[in-house]
């Protein structure tokens, strides 16, 4: 008996972590084909212009590829070659836990009249439920006086700030209890576990800096079920990376001398 128990006991601890992952990162598949009809071994190069990083797929005999683990964002060049035809590139953006569709149709490098490049965005998450996401563009457009995530997460038409408590504006996604949400920082949850602080949040302030953030997304139940402890809605964050060239942003309050009196 007790050795059954540890059996199954040691095969939930190496079973966990998969049930347990959540999509961060996005991927790219299509194909490339040619008037003759589809094009294997046709090379793929898939870069990350931040970083200058490369990654590098080689087309089936179908002349399908697919790249996957990719960070979200970008700008992406995908780059496409093949002997004896004319090589082509597209630049895309991602969004994490999507799937880009590239594909490709390229010329012989004899006579070229026309190339054309299609793309198309596969959604990971249709029917589980209303999600959107902002990338780190809308981010940087959205004014936000108080420089908290609220003012983001508002945009999805399901979320709602309820004040009613200790004057703290707390999350409510869909109806639900601003409780029931669970935050999200690249896979890691920051909740307020023991019901300390009214606004949902671990602590009285945001749980990230606006500047830090590549893509954020709202998802409202129901969710992929690789999502669990929630009831509400699940407010995910993936951080900026580093890149080539050096970067900052400087932000600072000021009220003006006009609202300050000189009598007591």
Known sequence: MFRNFLKISLLSVFISPILLAQELTSDITGSVSSSSGSVSGA???ITYEPTNTTVTRTTDASGRYSAG???PGGP?????????????????SLVVGETSRL????????????????????????GLGFSSTIDAQTIQE???????????????????????????????????????????VDGVSFNDDFGLNDNGYPSQR???????????????????????NFRGGIIEFVTKGGTNEFEGSVGYYDRGDQFYGDKI
Do not use: C, W
């Open 69 to 71: 683990g990719l960070r």
């Open 103 to 126: 594909s490709f149709t390229l010329q012989s490098s004899t006579s070229v009249d026309e190339v054309t490049v299609t793309a198309e965005r596969i959604s990971s998450d249709d």
């Open 43 to 45: 090379q793929v190069e």
């Open 76 to 92: 992406y060049t995908v780059k496409v070659s093949a002997a004896g035809l004319m090589s082509d590139q597209v630049t895309t």
């Open 206 to 228: 945001s749980p990230i800096n606006l500047d830090a953030i590549e893509q954020m997304s709202v998802k409202v139940a129901p969710a992929s079920v690789e999502y669990s």
């Open 142 to 184: 959205t004014p936000s006086v108080t420089r908290d995530i609220k003012d983001l997460i508002k945009l999805n038409p399901l979320v709602s700030l309820d004040d009613a408590e200790d004057d703290y504006a707390s999350i409510s996604i869909g109806g639900a209890h601003p409780r029931s949400n669970d935050i999200k």
